[in-house]
């Protein structure tokens, strides 16, 4: 098999509908560049002979850096085609972490923006297994290709027919909680995920998809679903511009919308205060982080023709579960507010789900771990078509993440949470997020639920502080109204007082403040408690 054939497919079948639009500002307002299905597969073959007559091969890995344009997504098939393994890093995670994890693939090939090439040159060392070299803009210098060069090649190219389990793509984790991994995706995998989130959310050719978050549209183009690349920088969701978005989703009419529930924060703000309604939206997905039930309500309001949707699951594991914002209104969202945790839904089609009892050590087998009951709180672990079997040259890591069963791979998601008698998975926290007292586990998203009810409460984090089993803890609030004076000893008062309420949180008596909370470079909104923790510590906040 190969996932480009799927696209090749839908590319035959809708040869002459709009696949990509890209957006360019004229003015007040935009013009978009277009690519229609039958252009793009003509591009990506042109791709996959010039790159392959530069020298990329089959099982090789080559590094790609290139931003959301017309031309990436030929790229990525072109790459599939040829069998070459696409290595996806965020650059957002730091040069250091950046650095590392090229030295630790050791890729063969890089196709880049100019500035990665002129990184290349500076720090030469980390680069130094790249052989096969392609920039997006510029002549040719020395043996690196301009990619203008490899649109000369001919239009038609056979796809290299792989073993199912053949490794397609290398994606790093963020290292929102611990270093950057490479997650080693299969043919199979992205097969069984395309399939999955069309039948999710009944996605047909006739949707209109804005993706914030850039490898969504690998999804949705196999699908035959226009995508329509929105004004922003995807490595920096937080800063997207509310109002660029706004005409994005307006003059496409956009249907289908991912991303970071950073972005749809900003938008909804914005919408609600202008006044405005998103009638041609149907679908709002938002993952990387819980999403407070807030967002869900004012969406409620925005999309009239539409709802939320928060899919769950990680880089490793993509869809375990899934629940929409109407759901979670009328049936969930007054037990999160008490302190049950987030509530993620039900586990997706042939995605199997369970909870085991809380460990930081290796589970080799699954006999040797406890599963749980319903309601008891432990560490989620899922098995299924769509479970990545290990890290890239990361046999520790890969040891500490999975657990054998039979010819299957369990792979602990890291989070804690449980099962209702209903089957619905309820996240309660991360697991290294947990707090373990001497009287008991506490949870961070559980506890944090009754803070953030406060109305001068943006958000808040516990952590947890000393030796586990016997750890004190703390609770750190960023308040709606950073930079504004507030009387600091009411605030804690009233806090206390609604901490006291619950016996969830009865025992916690430390507040902090801190007027930006640190958060993860992918979305930009998972908080770093273990860095929040080490400031209370410190005593720095």
């Known amino acids: 098999m190969n996932i480009a054939d799927r696209f090749t497919d839908t590319a035959k079948k809708y040869k002459n509908k709009v696949a990509v639009k890209y957006p360019r500002r004229a003015g007040k307002n935009y013009r978009y560049d277009a690519i229609t299905f039958g252009e793009l597969e003509s591009l990506s073959n042109q791709y996959a002979n010039g790159l392959s007559g530069i020298g990329f091969r089959r099982g090789s890995k080559t590094l790609l850096f290139v931003r959301p344009s017309l031309q990436f997504p030929a790229l990525v ?184 529930p950073a972005i749809w924060e900003a938008l909804g703000d914005y919408c609600e205060k202008n006044k405005i309604t998103l009638p041609s939206v149907k679908y709002l997905v938002m993952f990387g982080a819980p999403v407070r039930n807030e967002l869900h309500e004012k969406f409620s309001r925005i999309l009239p023709n539409g709802t939320t949707y928060t899919p769950y699951g990680a880089t490793e594991s993509l869809p375990v579960a899934n629940i929409s914002g109407k759901i979670i209104l009328e049936q969930t969202a007054a037990l999160t507010a008490q302190g049950r945790g987030t509530c993620v839904g039900m586990p997706v089609p042939s995605v199997e789900v369970s909870i085991i009892e809380i460990r930081d050590n290796i589970i080799e087998n699954i006999s040797k771990a406890k599963i749980l009951k319903p309601y008891e709180i432990g560490e989620i672990i899922v098995k299924g078509d769509i479970v990545t079997q290990c890290y890239y040259n990361s046999p520790q890591e890969t040891a500490q993440a999975k657990i054998k069963d039979g010819e299957s791979i369990w792979h602990r998601i890291g989070d804690l949470g449980y099962k209702d008698d209903r089957g619905m998975i309820w996240f309660c926290g991360r697991k290294t997020h947990r707090a373990e007292t001497d009287s008991g586990l506490l949870c961070s998203v559980m506890c944090e639920a009754i803070f953030n009810a406060h109305p001068d409460v943006r958000r808040s984090a516990l952590v947890a502080l000393g030796e586990k089993g016997k750890q004190s803890v703390a609770i750190v609030i960023e308040r709606n109204t950073v930079g504004k004076k507030f009387n600091k000893k009411i605030l804690e008062q009233e806090l206390l007082r609604l901490a006291g309420n619950n016996a969830l949180t009865a025992r916690i008596k430390s507040i902090h403040f801190c007027d930006h909370f640190p958060v993860d470079v992918r979305h930009n909104i998972k908080i770093d408690r273990l860095k929040l923790a080490d400031e209370v510590a410190r005593g720095k906040i």
Do not use: W
């Open 77 to 260: 098939f072109a790459l599939f085609k040829i069998g070459v393994i696409p290595v996806l890093i965020d650059p957002g995670m730091g040069r250091k972490n950046l650095l590392t994890a090229i030295e630790e693939i050791a890729p063969e090939g890089l196709i880049a923006e100019p500035e990665v090439h002129l990184m290349r040159i500076l720090f030469s060392k980390s680069f130094k297994s790249v052989r096969f070299k392609v920039t997006t803009k510029g002549p040719k210098v020395g043996n690196c290709f301009p990619l203008s060069m490899l649109e000369d090649s001919k239009n038609t190219f056979e796809s290299a027919q792989l073993e199912p389990d053949e490794m397609a793509a290398i994606l790093f984790t963020s290292g929102g909680t611990g270093r950057p991994k490479g997650v080693v995706y299969t043919h199979k995998i992205y097969t069984e995920q395309t399939r999955l989130l069309r039948e999710l959310f009944s996605l047909n050719e006739n949707e209109i998809d804005l993706p914030c978050f850039p490898l969504f549209s690998l999804f949705t183009l196999c699908m035959g679903m226009t995508s329509c690349i929105p004004d922003m920088n995807p490595s920096q969701p937080a800063k997207a511009d509310p109002n660029k978005l706004l005409q994005n989703i307006t003059d496409n009419k956009v249907t289908f919308m991912a991303g970071s």
